[in-house]
């Protein structure tokens, strides 16, 4: 199975900072990746898929990159909405895998 | 418009089989190239990737559970069912169903619903 391990686990930031969340995995998935964002009792919502293509209708501060074993998520103006927790998944490979989360929280 | 919405039991008991069943809109199970999964959340914690099924009812599980859970589709009902056996306190959790979308991710989610396993 693929180990998906995301860093930090919780990230302290203030509105307007650049952020970046780091997910790895134990393996290469080449570029399947997602990047999910879930906000407290709802669903995951997809913001980027395939490591770097924006879903439709997220926002253009959010950009994804990596390939093979190492991905970010980057999300370039923080604005009040975007404190969440982001969850990177592969889909190389069944089974499918999640990271354990980065909460990212108002500084 | 896609929508998926999960249904089935809040609460059930140790041992028992939980039967979850995701009732969708906005595309068919019938075509190529579709699928749905099953994703869990136990409270406070990490995504878990269950199971998936796709147009051709092809199924993939996750292997530390697949001795437990079943996946079927019903294509005239648009639904699909997950089964999961001998239910235990840990598996109490949000389970979600996702549609699995034209690039591979799950692209939409169900609301999901919470099981609780306790006597």
């Known amino acids: 199975d693929i180990q998906m391990t995301q860093s930090p686990s919780t990230l302290s930031a203030s509105v307007g900072d650049r952020v970046t969340i780091t997910c790895r995995a134990s393996?290469?998935?080449?570029?399947?990746l997602a990047w999910y964002q879930q906000k407290p009792g709802k669903a995951p919502k997809l913001l980027i898929y395939q490591a770097s293509t924006l879903e439709s209708g997220v926002p253009s501060r959010f950009s994804g990159s990596g390939s093979g074993t190492e991905f970010t998520l980057t999300i370039s103006s923080l604005q009040p909405d975007d404190f969440a927790t982001y969850y990177c998944?592969?889909?190389?490979?069944?089974?499918?895998?999640f990271g354990q989360g980065t909460k990212l929280q108002i500084k | 418009q896609i929508t998926l919405k999960e249904s089935g039991p809040t609460l059930v008991k140790p041992t028992q089989t939980l039967t979850l069943t995701c009732t969708f809109s906005g595309f068919s199970l019938s075509t190529s190239g579709e699928g749905v999964a099953w994703i869990r959340q136990p409270p406070g914690k990490a995504l878990e990737w269950l199971a998936l099924i796709y147009w051709d009812d092809d199924k993939r599980y996750s292997p530390s559970l697949k001795s437990r859970l079943t996946i079927t589709k019903d294509t005239s009902k648009n639904q699909v069912v997950l089964t999961m056996t001998n239910m235990d306190p840990v598996d109490t959790a949000t389970y979600y169903c996702?549609?699995?979308?034209?690039?591979?991710?799950?692209?939409?989610w169900g609301q999901g619903t919470l099981v609780t396993v306790s006597s």
């Open positions: 998944q592969q889909y190389n490979t069944f089974p499918r895998s």
């Open positions: 996702a549609h699995r979308g034209d690039e591979l991710a799950y692209d939409y």
């Open positions: 393996q290469s998935i080449n570029s399947w």
